[in-house]
Every structure is written in C-alpha cells, then in structure tokens.
T-cell receptor, first 114, second 115 residues
Framework: GESVGLHLPTLSVQEGDNSIINCAYSNSASDYFIWYKQESGKGPQFIIDIRSNMDKRQGQRVTVLLNKTVKHLSLQIAATQPGDSAVYFCAENWRTGGSYIPTFGRGTSLIVHP | EPEVTQTPSHQVTQMGQEVILRCVPISNHLYFYWYRQILGQKVEFLVSFYNNEISEKSEIFDDQFSVERPDGSNFTLKIRSTKLEDSAMYFC?????????????FGDGTRLSIL
C-alpha cells in the first residue's frame, strides 16, 4: 500500500545550526503536503504546507522543498533554537471520492542542544 | 488564538466498556476529524465529518466506532466494547474548509488506556 516514511528517526543539532528533516512519500496521487511539529504531551501543530504544483515554499525560519521526481519532501529550519526540539512529521493528502485523506509519517525527533 | 479542546486528557476504562471522547472544535470551523496515535507509531486517520455526516472513514473506523455532533459545539467519538488494542492517543482536529490545501488544527489529545 501507499506509505509516508522518514529517513532519520532522530536528529541532534546545536543551537544556531540549520536543521534538515527529510520525508519520502510513495503516493503519486498526493497533491498536498504538510509538516507538523509535535511537542511532548501536545497535539500536532501545523508548520508549513506545500501544494504539488510548487517545489519550494518559505515561512518564518522554515522552508519546505518538494521533489516530485523522487517523491521527497524536506523541512529546513534555519537558526534552530531549543524551542524547536520536538517530533516533526510530514503528512500527505490524497484525494478519494470528494474528500482528502491525510497519511502521516512516523516522525523525526529533533533535539537541539544549547 | 482559538484552539481545539479535548476532554478528558486521560481516560482509563475497563476492557469491554464504552467510552466517549469529547472535542470542542474551533467555532467557525466546519470540518471535523478524529485521529489515533498508538504509542510510538504514526498518527492514523479515523474519520472526517461535515454537515452532520461522515465524509470519509478509514479501515480502522469499523462498527465499534461512531461520531456525533450532539450540539453546536461538541464533536464526540464513541468507542463501544473497548479492546486492549484501542489504547492510544486520540486527536480531534478541525478545519475551516475542506480540500487539499486546508491545514487542520489539532487538539492536545485524549490518552485512552484500556485495562
């Protein structure tokens, strides 16, 4: 079946470094992708999204890159801060009938050392 | 900033019992969702709900599960005859609109423990 997966389960960085979290997806019908941040004891928090007709989108300190050729998604966090420590996971939405079904990856734990 | 609220934060239930998880979506949102996250695993879609009916449901959402919007503010997930494997975090989410490019806002979840 279709799946969304992550390449690195844990990423440790120093404060101030840039972080890159990767995600592979396999459903070619997916047309919308989202990155979420999940802190301990909290629900997923929307960070940034990108549609399949784009290859890059920038937010505040975050950039999402989409490579449809290799079905790869990445989240770049600039000047990583201790408050960025959390689990990050990507999700893809694919259309079924009249609705969209989100499929989530397992997540990467980002640890930021001060 | 408005947020999705879920109660209780932790529910402990005996196997075989029924449980109702409650959610208050963001007030102007029209689309509502339930997700499940078993410890250490992916967030899994259960069901989406719009205009007082189910829009989509996953294979997980079988006859054991039901959803309801009993009034103008609450959105509930009922699990009947609970099993040990129903133990998980259950997240409610809502979005203003449906469609591929609509971010969902999640609550902080209810941890369901089946004994």
């Amino acid at each position: 079946g279709e799946s969304v997966g992550l390449h690195l389960p844990t990423l440790s960085v120093q404060e101030g470094d840039n972080s890159i979290i990767n995600c592979a997806y396999s459903n070619s019908a997916s047309d919308y992708f989202i990155w979420y941040k999940q802190e301990s004891g909290k629900g997923p928090q929307f960070i940034i999204d990108i549609r399949s007709n784009m290859d890059k989108r920038q937010g505040q300190r975050v950039t999402v890159l989409l490579n449809k050729t290799v079905k790869h998604l990445s989240l770049q966090i600039a000047a990583t801060q201790p408050g960025d420590s959390a689990v990050y996971f990507c999700a893809e939405n694919w259309r079924t009938g009249g609705s969209y079904i989100p499929t989530f990856g397992r997540g990467t734990s980002l640890i930021v050392h001060p | 900033e408005p947020e999705v609220t879920q109660t209780p934060s932790h529910q402990v239930t005996q196997m075989g019992q029924e449980v109702i998880l409650r959610c208050v979506p963001i007030s102007n949102h029209l689309y509502f969702y339930w997700y499940r996250q078993i410890l250490g695993q992916k967030v899994e879609f259960l069901v989406s709900f719009y205009n007082n009916e189910i829009s989509e449901k996953s294979e997980i959402f079988d006859d054991q599960f039901s959803v309801e919007r009993p009034d103008g503010s609450n959105f509930t997930l009922k699990i009947r005859s609970t099993k040990l494997e129903d133990s998980a975090m259950y997240f409610c989410a809502s979005s203003e609109l449906s469609g591929a490019n609509q971010p969902q806002h999640f609550g902080d979840g209810t941890r369901l423990s089946i004994l």
